[in-house]
């Protein structure tokens, strides 16, 4: 939210009037006019360092009054820059249709007048009025769009206001990361606003000493007639006296959390509220049709989970743990999502890395465009007007989101055969994995989970420069990260192959590279459901190929040497290399294939897995590039760095270049989500088609030559 502090036209210490108007002004007007802005002024200190918002929005409704007619209304600011104060206090006071009048006029003035700063001042309050009304999409895309256009000194409101309507939408994690990309000042004190968005965010991730922390600092600053001390003291009063001993109050304690600040008590039960009431009703602890739409709901769903584990029902459990990996699909954007301005963004991206320039800005711009363009469609859906950037094609995006709950166990005690599925989720502060083996489904804690999260990232992180040596050390981590994750399953699921979903806080591992992994199938996947969809029945994963296409980028040098010796293996391949490698020739050869070879170079962006790229000869080929392609081969092999990362280490679908092949139908990715050598891959790669090629089905083959080196067989 942001109060714009009125710029006066009258200089306190001159009697001149406006240059404008000068002949026509007389010492009375002046006086009134500089009267009536100083009332300006003090309505948004009132605001600003008081939190007094109907003193606020009465001072100001009289104003506006009073200014109308008044010459030094003529001025360009002044009534754009009061009626966009007055919009957002009527907002903070919960009277929307006048908010809404006055926010509009204001943003027409501001057109009107070529004022762009205060046009996208308004814009933000109109976002902050979307979210109080409930339109928490609508909110994101405008915050979304505001992003890289408005000064810094403005952008802190701005991240704080996305990330209270990220909370809105129970996306926890997604809020964190907009409050650490704000410009924050060094040295200035948060306001009141930012500590108490902060203090949500703190509880909900189970921070109850700093939630109350921050919330007392905002009521001993501020006096008992303020807004800001009632809101600081209602969210004190869930952390402190909330019931957190059963799943259910702890769910509703965080629907009470990440209700808009501004937002009163809803006088109706809301879906998640009702579920909740039937969740602590029934006797089955099945997810079913009684969810309705509260299946979209985090909070909701982990209660579900919470419940059945607690009551050791782990086939039930599994049931909500799948509703825990795709209640965000929805929310978050997928592969899918592409419009004019993405596309323009790749490009400007294109050009920046072969240009050698800084590509951060532009993918951060990147990723902006694509959460406006996801819940613009969003918004515009639930209100059932037509999106102005709605996404030209969504594909299925990984986890399949049916708005039924349709149940998993049964299916895949039918379709597992010999091997093991394991599903990694979270409960109660406690890392959790879920096994459906011989028919039944078991449930076992793997401890804290940070402790598990820390064994994990001494194993990773390593691993993630380039160059790294498996030595000791890493043995050694590897060792200890394996008996965090697999060390309780190992007597459940024995010597079978596996198929694992993972969870958002495990990252993208390199699977492979565990101990009790090396040489055993493994199929990563977004869902069980997924793998049901996809997994053909009787095999154990893609058939061998017809049509082989072999690229090799330009560089590294390596990756020429591993296709010349790829295409002894596929005498029939088509080769692409060095400059017949241009983006649209790889393309078009991409449909024309069964099974396709890549090697290059490769990069991930930080948090932009869209933009994932391989240096072709014309440039980066992006991730991106691939979600539109009309026709895709059923085996994708990716000799790249990184090209694995994007999987699974955040909600929603997955991205990068596996989440982007997966949603386009290819049924297998081999990547990795770790730095490659070109001399271990060349020879590794070779053993590895000649395995496949010889009808060894791929995540066995991918198991036994490529595990090891990092690459893992993502899908079915």
């Known amino acids: 939210?942001?109060?714009?502090?009125?710029?006066?036209?009258?200089?306190?210490?001159?009697?001149?009037?406006?240059?404008?108007?000068?002949?026509?002004?007389?010492?009375?007007?002046?006086?009134?006019?500089?009267?009536?802005?100083?009332?300006?002024?003090?309505?948004?200190?009132?605001?600003?360092?008081?939190?007094?918002?109907?003193?606020?929005?009465?001072?100001?409704?009289?104003?506006?009054?009073?200014?109308?007619?008044?010459?030094?209304?003529?001025?360009?600011?002044?009534?754009?820059?009061?009626?966009?104060?007055?919009?957002?206090?009527?907002?903070?006071?919960?009277?929307?249709?006048?908010?809404?009048?006055?926010?509009?006029?204001?943003?027409?003035?501001?057109?009107?007048?070529?004022?762009?700063?205060?046009?996208?001042?308004?814009?933000?309050?109109?976002?902050?009025?979307?979210?109080?009304?409930?339109?928490?999409?609508?909110?994101?895309?405008?915050?979304?769009?505001?992003?890289?256009?408005?000064?810094?000194?403005?952008?802190?409101?701005?991240?704080?206001?996305?990330?209270?309507?990220?909370?809105?939408?129970?996306?926890?994690?997604?809020?964190?990361?907009?409050?650490?990309?704000?410009?924050?000042?060094?040295?200035?004190?948060?306001?009141?606003?930012?500590?108490?968005?902060?203090?949500?965010?703190?509880?909900?991730?189970?921070?109850?000493?700093?939630?109350?922390?921050?919330?007392?600092?905002?009521?001993?600053?501020?006096?008992?007639?303020?807004?800001?001390?009632?809101?600081?003291?209602?969210?004190?009063?869930?952390?402190?006296?909330?019931?957190?001993?059963?799943?259910?109050?702890?769910?509703?304690?965080?629907?009470?959390?990440?209700?808009?600040?501004?937002?009163?008590?809803?006088?109706?039960?809301?879906?998640?509220?009702?579920?909740?009431?039937?969740?602590?009703?029934?006797?089955?602890?099945?997810?079913?049709?009684?969810?309705?739409?509260?299946?979209?709901?985090?909070?909701?769903?982990?209660?579900?989970?919470?419940?059945?584990?607690?009551?050791?029902?782990?086939?039930?459990?599994?049931?909500w743990a799948e509703l825990a990996r795709t209640w965000a699909v929805p929310r978050v954007p997928g592969p899918g999502v592409r419009t004019p301005a993405t596309v323009s963004l790749a490009e400007h991206y294109r050009d920046a890395l072969a240009g050698g320039r800084d590509p951060n800005t532009v993918a951060r711009r990147m990723e902006s465009a694509r959460w406006q363009a996801h819940h613009e469609a969003r918004s515009a859906r639930s209100s059932g007007s037509p999106s102005p950037s709605a996404p030209a094609r969504e594909h299925a995006d990984g986890p399949r989101r049916d708005p039924r709950p349709v149940p998993v166990a049964d299916a895949l005690s039918e379709r597992l055969g010999d091997r093991a599925f394991v599903r990694y989720t979270r409960a109660g502060g406690e890392a959790v994995a879920l096994v459906a083996a011989d028919g039944r489904v078991h449930a076992r804690v793997l401890g804290p989970l940070p402790r598990v999260a820390r064994a994990l990232g001494r194993f990773v992180h390593p691993l993630l420069l380039p160059g790294h040596a498996f030595g000791d050390d890493a043995r050694k981590a590897a060792g200890t990260a394996a008996d965090a994750l697999l060390g309780p399953l190992l007597p459940l699921v024995g010597d079978r192959p596996l198929v694992v979903a993972g969870d958002p806080y495990l990252g993208d591992p390199p699977w492979g590279m565990l101990p009790p992994l090396r040489g055993r199938p493994t199929h990563l996947v977004p869902t069980a459901r997924f793998w049901l969809d996809r997994a053909p029945a009787g095999t154990a994963g893609p058939a061998v190929p017809g049509r082989v296409l072999l690229v090799a980028a330009p560089g590294p040098a390596g990756a020429g040497r591993e296709v010349a010796g790829l295409a002894g293996l596929y005498p029939k391949a088509r080769v692409l290399t060095a400059d017949r490698t241009g983006r649209s020739e790889v393309l078009a050869a991409f449909e024309e294939a069964d099974l396709v070879h890549l090697a290059g170079h490769g990069r991930v962006p930080h948090r932009a897995p869209m933009l994932a790229s391989v240096t072709l000869d014309d440039g980066p080929l992006l991730a991106c590039d691939l979600t539109a392609l009309p026709r895709v081969p059923d085996v994708v092999v990716l000799s790249t760095c990184w090209s694995g990362r994007g999987f699974a280490g955040r909600t929603g679908a997955p991205l990068g270049f596996v989440g982007a092949l997966l949603a386009a139908g290819v049924r297998a990715v081999v990547a990795s989500p770790v730095p490659v050598g070109d001399s271990r891959t060349d020879t590794a790669m070779r053993r590895f088609h000649r395995s496949f090629a010889g009808g060894v089905p791929l995540p066995e083959a991918v198991a036994v030559h490529l595990g090891p080196i990092g690459f893992c067989c993502f899908g079915a």
């Not at 509260?294 to 459990?317: F, W, Y």
Request: hydrophobic letters at 40%; proline letters at 7%; glycine letters at 8%.
């Open 1 to 319: 939210m942001s109060l714009h502090a009125q710029p006066s036209p009258l200089p306190p210490d001159s009697s001149l009037p406006l240059p404008d108007v000068q002949d026509e002004l007389d010492h009375t007007v002046l006086r009134s006019g500089r009267t009536l802005l100083a009332r300006v002024t003090r309505g948004v200190l009132m605001a600003q360092e008081g939190g007094m918002f109907e003193q606020t929005a009465a001072l100001l409704t009289d104003t506006h009054r009073r200014l109308r007619g008044h010459p030094v209304a003529e001025s360009v600011t002044v009534m754009p820059g009061v009626l966009l104060n007055l919009g957002l206090a009527q907002t903070l006071c919960g009277r929307f249709a006048q908010a809404e009048d006055h926010l509009c006029e204001a943003r027409s003035l501001a057109e009107e007048r070529r004022l762009p700063l205060m046009d996208m001042v308004v814009r933000q309050n109109l976002g902050c009025l979307s979210l109080y009304r409930g339109d928490a999409s609508g909110a994101i895309a405008t915050f979304h769009g505001l992003t890289d256009r408005l000064p810094p000194e403005r952008r802190e409101a701005l991240h704080v206001d996305l990330a209270e309507a990220l909370l809105a939408e129970g996306l926890v994690e997604d809020a964190a990361a907009a409050l650490v990309d704000g410009p924050w000042a060094d040295g200035a004190p948060a306001s009141a606003h930012t500590m108490l968005v902060e203090a949500k965010l703190r509880l909900l991730r189970g921070d109850r000493l700093r939630a109350v922390e921050l919330t007392r600092r905002v009521r001993y600053t501020f006096g008992t007639g303020s807004q800001w001390h009632r809101l600081a003291a209602r969210l004190e009063r869930i952390a402190v006296r909330g019931d957190r001993s059963r799943p259910v109050s702890r769910a509703r304690n965080a629907l009470a959390a990440r209700r808009p600040l501004a937002v009163p008590e809803p006088r109706g039960r809301a879906a998640p509220h009702r579920a909740l009431d039937a969740l602590e009703r029934t006797s089955s602890r099945m997810p079913g049709p009684w969810l309705a739409e509260a299946g979209n709901d985090p909070h909701v769903v982990q209660a579900g989970l919470e419940n059945a584990l607690e009551a050791g029902d782990a086939a039930a459990a599994l049931e």
